[in-house]
Nanobody, 120 residues
Framework: VQLQASGGGLVQPGGSLRLSCAAS????????MGWYRHAPGEQRYLVGD????????NYADSVKGRFTISRDNARNTLDLQMNNLEPEDTAIYSC??????????????WGQGTQVTVSS
């Protein structure tokens, strides 16, 4: 199984960006998918995630009301719509998934990071 992240870039404060993470492979089931971010001098933390069991979506307090998680089960993707971006949102964003595969069971997978820079 592989995770492929896309999106990111440079945006002015108040602007929007959309990140997408796609899982690909065979004989797998996604238990959860999420987006993490890591800013210089800070620890990486969960921005938001989707838990398949119960269709639950969780957000970090710092992004509630501005960021929206959406999951496409058919395409095995998880999108992060980021609105009203602030300079403090500048970080490397990475997607993560807990995926069950036939033969290996449940494991954590990481996609490559994508840079989000919010600056005027």
């Amino acid at each position: 199984v592989q995770l492929q992240a896309s999106g990111g870039g440079l945006v002015q404060p108040g602007g929007s960006l959309r990140l997408s993470c796609a899982a690909s492979g065979s004989n797998f089931r996604i238990n959860s998918m999420g987006w993490y971010r890591h800013a210089p001098g800070e620890q990486r933390y969960l921005v938001g995630d989707f838990v398949t069991s119960g269709n639950r979506i969780n957000y970090a307090d710092s992004v509630k009301g501005r960021f929206t998680i959406s999951r496409d089960n058919a395409r095995n993707t998880l999108d992060l719509q980021m609105n009203n971006l602030e300079p403090e949102d500048t970080a490397i964003y990475s997607c993560n998934a807990n995926i069950w595969t036939l033969g290996t069971g449940s494991q954590l997978y990481w996609g490559q990071g994508t840079q989000v820079t919010v600056s005027s």
